[in-house]
Structures are given as structure tokens and as C-alpha cells.
């Protein structure tokens, strides 16, 4: 997988929440950190030598450095007591030409090695373990395979794997031709049909470059850091991968991977004797020493500013056609190796550009120029040398030199008046929010947060010990007031190392790549002798005669189905009711003194004509003002007082009929404990006294939003396709299409393009009145034990305050079904005997029928969804058909459609729901899917596949379902969908159950032709056959 550097600049440490179960209520000592504080420097373990042992308290963990006394390797071990167990290692790969070799390698190294020489170890292995992430990623300097897992023995078997792929790889020819490129007739077996350009990452990278942003992303790193490997594509630029050779593949893999150059990384609580041992004996002990030369220099500094221009594709989906043109100013930053000041100019770029009271946002967000600052803004420290980076797109050519000017402006008044002491505090007060809050894969949050300092022999451990950063940064201040001034000064005024960048849409862009691309074919295939075409005829043959064979995995180590927990951990937690008739549910947990608030409000009574507004609603309801703050009060007391308040629309399936649905609006917000009133009393203001009559503010708003969702839909595609596929097949499916379907974008970009706003600003406060009452809610606390009186308390005082209906508002769809939650005797006990009553919508007159649509977008691939109706959740069948598509996915669809069709990926899942999803992302085919996606339904109903391919589908199934649970989610289950623990466990026992007749049996009953309805939907370009026939609708 390809990882370009940050899309939007987030602040470093918004990357890194705290992770982890803290399994331990307070008091109860850390064994793993406490185990890890016992080694001593200079101590010798299986071959490594302990180099510094550092307690980071902030994070809750240990750090242990060691060196590999032989090789040279480093290592960095982060113990924790985090049974959720990671493990990385990464190379520096400075390629420099744009042929993706590194990027071709990371995907060739899985396809096989010495101890494991069957095809595609990687993918095999998502299905003979119970990792919680198991991934590779290409980065501009450096490459990485990261996997997590909370089972001990799975951990080796991963690590085995994984050490062997990196360090002895088979590299085998027609691998590389299948990953990186090749030439291939269009249909392999027929000599006649015309020679074509093929392979993953080709396609990958064809994909890539369909996303404007990315794109601009690119051209910027490579021409402000124009002398070394940052100024090439690591990815592969799709007109020089084709330049690429095996020979050139096997010598960069030789140089760069190799234990003196690597990097390894584990955090967790398995102990870490265990793992230097393994990696000591399968890896490093078969290794000498070599002195690496893939160092980075630095950048010569320019003398004199410079200014590009490039162009890109055009936006079918742009608010405005003659407002298409980007423009930013960047400027280049120290070694992100010194990481105080690393820190500190990622702290000054989140004061310059984040939220409505930053200069740059009033600058250039409120001028009304554009839609949205443009990609990759603020701090970006992934190169060795840092640098930052603003401007704004969606503007008008003629606008590119004001854009300019204010950025100059607003940099020369930074200087002059600082930023206020609340703004610093209110970010200061975010990062100790980060610092807490837990999440469920922090060590791949620490990993890929200390990768490019690591790369560049930075120290890791002083990149991690934020609480120095933050006392020092503190400090300097107190010093120097005008601390933060004279590094703007510095960096962006003094700084001849600046660089302004403009991208504009050429309507001829696609045409001009495919015409390059056809160039550049007929260049490789006219130099062609007869024999080289035979020779490219029985290569295809081979490959395909490859892809096809059945294959023997059973050289791969795996778990057994008898190695997953028969019974799942059951959740505590209360439900009463508040303000008297309010159900909230109460759930204790560890959250390291942090509150998680959420409430959910029902859009049962809500007029049909408002619904495709809620999403709008809900963007803008915390982002316009409420009570007496307006919207930089607003933002300034959400960032000082809470660590976010969110609203977003919810379409719940029901778990017993598929016709049956629940709508509504979360709430969802999070503080630290000392915060919790006045995060309560925001809510109260919100609810009660929210402001919608910010007209300019509500226009910059929409174009962000239609911007965003224009810009999401390259990485998304195939989420669009699924979600239009099953539009017709549910009554709920209309909805989901209705709120977050292409549906929605296209009425955002109908929005933006409104002269007069005001028609759509004047509905907000019709649908508050409808959603902000207490009439149908319901709450939910997660806070520590200790905590739950204060928060009943504050819950309580909020309910009190949120009015009710003034009248008795009916449903407007007039079947209501209430249906009480779940709620068993066993370990999930409710203490009193309240129950939250749920109000579902059904439809008794729903029919379901068959769609195809076609979204025609200027993209040289395609997303392909279909989409068929099943069965809801506590249906036993829906059991079978989840084991079902995992099988699909591994024993066929991955084969059909990545291996031999080229896409970057594909598959089948079932949702919560009950529709059954085959897809394909960034394909270069797309009726030949639907025909691999038949197929794919023949062989599940012909029951191919044996006993062990069931149960591998199974550990992967149950990879997902055991994935862990932060403290802060733990009883959502419940709470939003009614499912009790009980309910989980009844289905986890039939998901164990799940045999080869039930396999076949679903297959039969459902997705046949003729069996269920069916749904389709692509997104992608032009198509005559498509085009040509009139069962498609195109749009």
C-alpha cells in the first residue's frame, strides 16, 4: 500500500491517541511496564544489547532501545500493558527514479519466500490468524510491515512470516510481472487481442493519480525538495513503471533490506525476551554487518523563491467550473530529527491554520475566494526535512496572486500581534485530551509516529516523552513572549527556501495521460521481435495457468478454530432513567479520567422534505454559534473545554427484520472530568439556543463540506457504488443513499452553487425544532466508576434544561414499532429495570427491486458494487452467509479480481444489516467484475472449497468480531443497535457452527439469480457497452 504523506496537516500529536486497554482500574501496578524497567544498559539478550531503558509515564509505557550487537539493527521496544500486541520493521528506501520500485517490492516481498515459498503468503495469512492489523506501506523514504494480534502464538506465527518475506523473499519473475507490470494481451489466451499495460500497483498508481489532491500532494514534495529521492514518485508514476526490470527489483531489495539498514519495533505486553530470540535466530543471525547508503542529505537551501505551475484533471463534481485552480505557498523547515523544534513548529502550525480563530482560516476561508484550504496544509514532517504549507483551493485563476498577497499579509500580522493565551491553552489542553484518550491500535499509532524521525537516526524515545516537550515549550514562552512570533518570523518571513505552487484543470488531462500511456506502449511493443511476443503470449499463459492452480498453503503456520475464546467478555453496565422518562446508560470503564457522552435523538416526526438536509444539519449545528458565543467563541470554548462535539446522522438496521429500520442524530462528545459541566452546558446552549442566522459563515461552511465530499470520492468509491447498489433492496437503504450516498454529494454540490443561500439556511431551524427536544432520546455515559455520580448529575441537569415539544408530534411514516433492548441475565445485568425503548420505522408495503446506474466520472478506473438482500442479523443464515463472504473473498474473488484482473482490491462482506456485497476498487475493468462476481456465486454453490478453507474463513471472521474495544465504545452495541451480550454470543455460536452444507445451502437461497433481488452500480468512466444498453441507468 502506498502512503503519501499527510493529506490534511494534522497537528503530530492528533495522530497519536493514547491506546490501549488499560485493563487496570487506578492503583493496580503496570506488570508489563514494571517487567520492562527491570533490564539494565549494557545487558546482553539473544544477540541485542540494551542500549537505555526510559519510563514514558505520560503514555503509560516503557521504552527498552537495544542495538543488534552483529548486524547493527535497532530496535525500540514499548512495553505496555496492552494485550493488543504490535510489531514493525521498516527500511529506508531512498529510490531515485519514479519506477515505484520500492513500492513494486513491498508488494512482491509477500508473494513469497524461502521458508514459506507458496503463493501469497500475506493474503493467506489474513485467514490463518486473528491479527487486528496486518498491512505493508511504502512512504517517500522508508518502507513498513506492521501486524497486531492479542494472541500469543499468533504473534510468532506473523512475526515467522514476516521476517521471512522482508529478509528472503522468492522475488519470483512472474510475481513481479503480476504486482509491479506487465505486458499481457487484453485476453490472455487470445494471441490476436491487442498487448496492454497490466499489474496491481500499475493500476494502484493509476488510481492514485485520479485524486486532484494527491496529485497537487505530489508535484509540491517533489519540487520543494528538488536535489534527492523526495523529488521521485516511491509510489511509481504509471508512465515509468513500465521502465521498471526484475534485475532492478532483486538489486534494490539487496540494498536496502537488510538488517543493517532496518528498523524493528515491538509494544505490547508479551514479553520481549521471546521476541529478540525469534528474530535473532530466523533473521539477523544469518547476516553481517554492511554500511547502508540510503541516507537522505539535506536539502540545499535556495537563495531565492520559486513558483510552479501544473495541471490536473477537471472536477465533474466542482461547485463552480471556473473556479477549479489551487494555489499554496510552502516553506521548507528544519530536520525533523531536532524534535523540540519539531514539536514546537507543529503546535505553530495548528495555531496558524486550525479552526475558525486561526489567521490563515479567517484569512483565507472567510475571503469567500475559495472552498477549502488546499491539500496537505500546515506541518508536514514526514521528509527529513519538514515544511508547511497553505493556501486555498477552489478559486479563480485570476485570484492566485491575491491568494498570495494575504498569505504574505497575514504572516507579517502573526508577527506583529501573536496569538492569544486562550488559543494556546485550548491546544496545549488537546494534546493532554490526546494523551489520555485510549484507542484500540496504539501501537500502530506510536509505529507511524515515530517511523520518519527514526528513519532519519532521530530518537524515537524523546520524540514520545511529550510531557519535556510540553514543560519546555511552556517555559520558553514564559521567557519569551513573543516565543511563537520570532519563529514565523523566522521560518516564514526570513525564509528564501519558499515556494508557491498552482495547479489549474486542463479538460484534455485523462485524454493526455491514456494518450501518453498509448505512446508509451506502442514504444515497448514495436521494439518487440516475434519471438518476444511469443514469449509475452506464454508468459500470460503461465501466470494464468499460475493464478488458477489450487494451492498448498500448508507450509504457512496457522491457528485453529479451537485457539478462538469460545465465550466473549460480557460488558457491566445500568440503565435509568433521567428528567423522568430519559433512559441513559451508565458503563464503567478505565478511561484514564475521561468522559464520553453521547445521545441519540430520533428523526421519527421529521417532514419527508427536510431529510435530505440532516446531514447539512448536523455539519453545521456545532460550527455557527449557540446561547451568547458566536462561532469563534463556539469553537474557542469546544477546544478549551472538550475534545470534540460531533453530530452525525444514523441509519440502525434492526436485528430481526430487514424491513425495519431506526433513524436518527448521534451526539457524541468527550472531556476530561474537571471539564464535564461546561461540556454539559455547551450541549444545553446547542440544543436550546443554537444560531442559524450566520449567513457567510454558513456559505464558507457548505463549501468545505461539498468540497470534501467531491474530494473523498477516489479513496471511496466503492463504499458509493455499495450504497447506491442497495438503495431499492431495503426501505433503510433509500435513507443511507439519501445521507451519505452520492445522492448527498450531489445535492451539496447543487448547494454551493446557490446564489442565495438563505432558502436552505431558513430550514435549519425547522428540522431543530423537530431533533433538539428530549421527546424520543436516549443517553450514554462511559466514565470510571468513581465519576458516574457527577455525571448522572450533570446528564440530569442537561435533560432539564432541553425543552420538550410544545404539541404531540405524530410519526410521519405512520408504522412505529417499539421495541425494547435486549437485555439478558448473564454479566450485561441492568441493576434497576429501566430499558431504552426504540422506535422503529417499518414499511409493510416495501417491495424491494432490481437497479443498475452507472456514475460517469473522469476517472481512468472503475468501483464496482452488487448488492443482494438477505438476512438481518439474528437470523442463524446470517451467520453462514458472514463466513460466506469471507471464503468468497479468499478463495476466489481475490484471485479473479486483483491477481488476474489487475484491481487493487475486491471482495464480498455482509453488513449488520443484511445486504451482501461483492465490490472491486480502483479496477481497470468493470462488466468482466460483474462477470468475475457470477462466477464467484457458481463456485460457493458448488461447494469447491474443504473443510480447512472454511475455518480459515472463520479465524478471519472472528479476527474482526474480537477485534478490541476501546473503554469509550464498550456497551455501544447495545446502546445505538439494541444488541445485548447475549445476543452477540448466540450469534457467535453459530458463527462457529457454520458448516460446509449451510455454506452451499445460502449460496443457493440467496444469491442465485432469481433467489434475491439484486442491485448494481459503478462509478468510473465512459462505457459503450454500458451506454448501449438500456437496463443501465446512467448519470
Request: one cysteine or more; aromatic letters at 10%.
Amino acid at each position: 500500500m502506498w502512503r503519501f504523506s499527510g493529506r490534511r496537516g494534522l497537528c503530530a500529536v492528533q495522530r497519536l491517541s493514547c491506546g490501549a486497554h488499560h485493563k487496570v482500574w487506578r492503583g493496580k501496578s503496570d506488570q508489563a511496564c514494571e517487567r520492562a524497567l527491570q533490564y539494565k544498559v549494557g545487558e546482553k539478550i539473544h544477540g541485542f544489547t540494551v542500549k537505555q531503558v526510559t519510563p514514558v509515564p505520560e503514555l503509560f509505557l516503557t521504552a527498552v532501545k537495544l542495538n543488534h550487537d552483529n548486524t547493527g539493527a535497532r530496535y525500540l521496544h514499548l512495553a505496555r500493558e496492552d494485550k493488543n500486541n504490535l510489531f514493525s520493521v521498516q527500511f529506508r528506501t531512498t529510490p531515485m527514479d519514479s519506477t515505484g520500485v520500492p513500492h513494486v517490492l513491498e508488494h512482491t516481498v509477500l508473494c513469497g519466500s524461502q521458508k514459506y515459498p507458496c503463493r501469497d503468503p500475506f493474503f493467506k495469512m489474513l485467514n490463518r490468524s486473528l491479527s487486528t492489523f496486518m498491512n505493508a506501506f511504502t512512504a517517500s523514504d522508508y518502507t513498513m510491515y506492521p501486524f497486531s494480534t492479542q494472541n500469543p502464538k499468533d504473534f510468532q506465527n506473523l512475526l515467522s512470516v514476516y521476517l521471512d518475506a522482508t529478509f528472503f523473499p522468492c522475488l519470483r519473475e512472474l510475481d513481479f510481472w503480476q504486482e509491479g507490470w506487465r505486458l499481457e494481451h487484453e485476453n490472455p489466451s487470445d494471441p490476436q487481442s491487442p498487448l496492454i499495460f497490466k499489474g496491481v500497483v500499475f493500476n494502484e498508481m493509476k488510481g492514485a493519480f485520479t485524486d486532484n489532491e494527491r496529485i497537487f500532494s505530489q508535484h509540491l514534495q517533489n519540487k520543494l525538495l528538488p536535489d534527492h529521492t523526495y523529488s521521485v514518485v516511491s509510489g511509481g508514476d504509471p508512465l515509468c513503471i513500465p521502465e521498471l526490470t526484475w534485475e532492478q527489483l532483486k538489486e534494490f531489495h539487496a540494498t536496502h533490506y537488510h538488517p543493517s539498514n532496518a528498523r524493528f519495533f515491538t509494544y505490547g505486553s508479551f514479553p520481549l525476551e521471546q521476541h529478540l530470540k525469534q528474530i535473532h535466530d530466523e533473521a539477523l543471525s544469518k547476516f553481517q554487518k554492511m554500511e547502508p547508503s540510503t541516507a537522505v542529505p539535506a536539502q540545499q537551501h535556495w537563495d531565492k523563491p520559486r513558483e510552479f505551475h501544473i495541471t490536473c484533471g477537471p472536477d465533474s463534481l466542482a461547485t463552480d467550473a471556473s473556479k477549479q485552480t489551487t494555489v499554496s505557498v510552502s516553506f521548507l523547515l528544519p530536520d525533523i530529527t531536532d524534535t523540540f523544534e519539531a514539536f514546537t513548529l507543529n503546535l505553530l502550525s495548528s495555531l496558524l491554520i486550525s479552526g475558525p480563530n486561526s489567521p490563515f482560516y479567517k484569512a483565507l476561508i472567510e475571503s469567500g475566494l475559495g472552498t477549502d484550504f488546499s491539500p496537505d496544509v500546515g506541518y508536514n514532517g514526514y521528509t527529513r526535512e519538514a515544511y508547511f504549507n497553505v493556501g486555498l483551493q477552489g478559486i479563480a485563476e485570476k485570484d492566485v496572486k491575491t491568494v498570495r498577497e494575504i498569505i504574505d499579509r497575514t504572516i507579517e500580522e502573526v508577527i506583529e500581534k501573536g496569538f492569544e493565551d486562550d488559543r494556546i491553552e485550548a491546544l496545549l489542553h488537546k494534546i493532554e485530551i490526546q494523551m489520555k484518550h485510549q484507542s484500540t491500535s496504539f501501537g500502530l499509532a506510536l509505529t507511524s509516529y515515530i517511523a520518519s524521525c527514526w528513519n532519519h537516526d532521530g530518537d524515537p524515545v524523546e520524540l514520545l516523552q511529550m510531557g519535556n516537550h510540553l514543560t519546555k515549550f511552556r517555559q520558553c514562552l514564559k521567557e519569551n513572549p513573543k516565543f511563537l512570533q520570532e519563529k514565523v518570523e523566522q521560518y516564514f518571513k526570513n525564509n528564501q527556501h519558499k515556494m508557491t505552487l498552482s495547479m489549474k484543470p486542463d479538460d484534455k488531462y485523462y485524454e493526455k495521460q491514456t494518450q501518453m500511456e498509448t505512446e508509451k506502449l506502442a514504444q515497448k511493443v514495436n521494439s518487440l521481435s516475434q519471438a518476444d511476443k511469443q514469449q509475452i503470449y506464454q508468459k500470460g499463459l503461465e501466470l494464468r495457468t499460475q493464478q488458477s492452480k489450487p494451492q498448498d498453503a500448508s507450509c504457512l503456520p496457522a491457528l485453529k478454530v479451537s485457539d478462538i475464546e469460545p465465550v466473549m467478555p460480557f460488558t457491566n453496565f445500568d440503565i435509568a432513567l433521567a428528567a423522568g422518562d430519559v433512559p441513559v446508560q451508565y458503563c464503567p470503564q478505565p478511561t484514564n479520567g475521561m468522559v464520553y457522552f453521547r445521545a441519540f435523538s430520533s428523526l421519527n416526526t421529521l417532514p419527508e422534505e427536510l431529510r435530505p438536509y440532516v446531514p447539512l444539519f448536523c455539519n453545521v449545528l456545532t460550527k455557527l454559534g449557540c446561547g451568547i458565543l458566536d462561532y469563534r467563541e463556539q469553537a474557542q470554548q469546544i477546544e478549551l473545554k472538550t475534545g470534540g462535539m460531533t453530530v452525525s446522522p444514523h441509519v440502525l438496521p434492526d436485528d430481526s427484520q430487514l424491513d425495519t429500520y431506526e433513524q436518527g442524530v448521534l451526539f457524541s462528545s468527550l472531556c476530561l472530568e474537571r471539564n464535564l459541566p461546561d461540556m454539559m452546558h455547551l450541549w444545553s446552549e446547542i440544543f436550546n439556543n443554537p444560531c442559524f442566522e450566520e449567513e457567510e459563515h454558513f456559505k464558507v461552511l457548505v463549501k468545505m463540506t461539498a468540497q470534501e465530499l467531491s474530494n473523498g470520492i477516489p479513496d471511496s468509491g466503492h463504499l458509493y457504488a455499495s450504497l447506491r447498489a442497495s438503495k431499492t433492496l431495503t426501505p433503510s437503504g433509500d435513507l443511507k443513499e439519501t445521507f451519505s450516498g452520492m445522492d448527498q454529494v450531489r445535492l451539496m454540490k447543487r448547494i454551493a452553487e446557490m446564489t442565495d443561500i438563505k432558502p436552505i439556511l431558513r430550514k435549519l431551524p425547522r428540522i431543530k425544532k423537530y431533533l433538539l427536544n428530549c421527546d424520543n432520546m436516549r443517553c450514554s455515559v462511559n466514565a470510571t466508576p468513581q465519576q458516574m455520580p457527577q455525571a448522572e448529575k450533570e446528564v440530569e441537569n442537561f435533560l432539564r434544561n432541553v425543552g420538550r415539544s410544545k404539541k404531540e408530534r405524530k410519526p410521519v411514516r405512520p408504522h412505529i414499532v417499539e421495541k425494547p433492548t435486549h437485555s439478558g441475565p448473564r454479566g450485561s445485568a441492568h441493576v434497576s429495570s429501566s430499558q431504552i425503548i426504540r422506535k422503529l420505522i417499518t414499511d409493510p408495503t416495501f417491495k424491494p427491486c432490481q437497479m443498475k446506474t452507472h456514475f460517469v466520472l473522469p476517472f481512468p478506473v472503475n468501483y464496482v458494487g452488487e448488492c443482494v438482500r438477505t438476512v438481518p442479523y439474528a437470523d442463524p443464515d446470517h451467520a453462514s452467509l458472514k463466513i460466506l463472504a469471507r471464503l468468497m473473498t479468499a478463495k476466489f474473488l481475490h484471485t479473479e479480481i486483483r491477481e488476474k484482473g489487475g484491481a487493487y482490491g475486491g471482495g464480498a462482506k455482509l453488513s449488520h444489516s443484511g445486504i451482501f456485497t461483492l465490490y472491486s476498487y480502483r479496477d481497470p475493468n468493470s462488466i468482466e467484475t460483474l462477470q468475475s462476481f457470477g462466477k464467484a456465486v457458481d463456485w460457493a454453490k458448488s461447494g469447491k472449497f474443504t473443510q480447512q478453507d472454511i475455518d480459515e474463513a472463520k479465524l478471519s471472521v472472528f479476527s474482526a468480531v474480537d477485534s478490541p474495544v476501546a473503554p469509550s465504545e464498550k456497551g455501544m452495541d447495545h446502546f445505538l443497535y439494541g444488541l445485548s451480550d447475549e445476543m452477540k454470543q448466540a450469534h457467535r455460536e453459530q458463527l462457529f457452527a457454520v458448516s460446509h452444507d449451510q455454506l452451499t445451502s445460502v449460496s443457493h437461497k440467496y444469491l442465485g439469480i432469481g433467489k434475491s433481488t439484486h442491485s448494481l452500480a459503478i462509478l468510473g468512466p465512459e462505457n459503450p457497452k454500458i451506454a448501449k444498453d438500456p437496463s443501465w441507468i446512467v448519470r
